[in-house]
């Protein structure tokens, strides 16, 4: 009898499962953008993940409300999906532990991760994730919340293999405009945008690592933002190089306009995705074992990098084929 296991059990029983994650983490401060982000999240799917804003959307003095309001929404019906997420204050600042404390009391049950900014090290970031866990438990939230990590800071750079290995952390997002201010003077403003952004050498060495970190680690690498908002080619563009040329797999989202050229570009080739679902099935009904394909071989080594592929697909809206789908995903 042919061994109906799925891939996800055969391929990775001895690992850490990768993160599934959607191409785009699509930023929103004030409440009208919220609302405008989840109904088109709602329109498009889960395509990509909305992140409420609770650090630079709060203004001074209404950090509580803000709050508040955030996690209402987060909870709320119009978070469909359970694709969203909110990012707090940093370590530094008096209110982080009450941002925690809001947003776990009022949505932890619904809440996707929580992004911490603006990390020094790896002593930061787990403090924070212990600060985290103890409110969830406080609050009877069973589940862990995963949290993502924003490295804009000299020493999260240092410490960047350190901080993707901590437990509960499923991204390292880079944030590249902290990144470059943080270089008083010695890096232009021309590397925050393209072209300056993809061939600076100091810049290069920063994405490099936290891509190569993050991958060891089973962590999702996430690329800054592009500042271009209007010109849809150019959004595309620095999305394909982040993802061709760094290895990125996922990217910030700072306006509606950018998110269905991200997505578009960080989608497999069409033809990959194809040649994936019919290995895959041809694997299945091998039990697993090796098998040829279009004159090649191919074993358990190939078949988790076409499982993954074809959920990544699957993450960015592609059609996958009828069978396909019907084996590993319904």
């Not at 088109?40 to 650090?55: H, I, K, S």
């Not at 949290?147 to 350190?162: K, M």
């Not at 991200?262 to 990959?272: G, Q, T, W």
Request: charged fraction near 25%.
């Amino acid at each position: 009898m042919t061994d109906r296991n799925h891939p996800a059990e055969v391929l990775f029983d001895a690992e850490k499962p990768f993160p599934v994650l959607p191409a785009v983490d699509h930023y929103a401060g004030a409440e009208k953008l919220m609302r405008k982000a989840l109904a088109l999240q709602a329109e498009l799917g889960p395509v990509f993940d909305v992140t409420f804003d609770c650090e630079d959307g709060a203004h001074a003095g209404a950090e509580s409300e803000h709050a508040t309001m955030a996690a209402e929404l987060a909870a709320g019906g119009d978070n469909r999906f359970g694709r969203v997420g909110a990012r707090i204050h940093d370590i530094t600042h008096a209110l982080w532990r009450q941002d925690l404390d809001i947003l776990v009391r009022g949505a932890g049950h619904r809440l996707a991760f929580v992004t911490l900014p603006k990390a020094r090290s790896a002593a930061d970031v787990r403090d924070q994730v212990q600060a985290l866990r103890a409110i969830e438990a406080e609050h009877g939230v069973t589940r862990a919340i995963p949290v993502h990590v924003l490295i804009e800071t000299h020493g999260a750079l240092r410490e960047i293999w350190q901080i993707a290995a901590l437990e509960g952390v499923e991204s390292v997002d880079f944030g590249i405009m902290d990144f470059v201010s943080a270089h008083h003077g010695a890096l232009s403003g021309a590397e925050m945008v393209s072209p300056g952004q993809f061939t600076h050498p100091l810049i290069v060495r920063a994405k490099t690592e936290i891509v190569a970190a993050a991958l060891a680690n089973g962590v999702v690498p996430a690329h800054n933002v592009t500042t271009e908002l209007r010109d849809i080619e150019r959004i595309g563009d620095d999305a394909r190089r982040a993802r061709r040329e760094f290895g990125f797999l996922r990217m910030w989202s700072i306006h509606p306009n950018q998110i269905q050229p991200i997505v578009d570009a960080m989608r497999p080739d069409y033809s990959e995705v194809s040649a994936a679902a019919e290995i895959l099935i041809a694997a299945q009904e091998a039990s697993w074992g090796p098998i040829q394909h279009a004159g090649k071989l191919h074993d358990r080594a190939s078949y988790r990098y076409y499982w993954e592929l074809l959920v990544r697909a699957r993450t960015t809206g592609m059609e996958i084929d009828t069978e396909a789908r019907r084996r590993f995903f319904d």
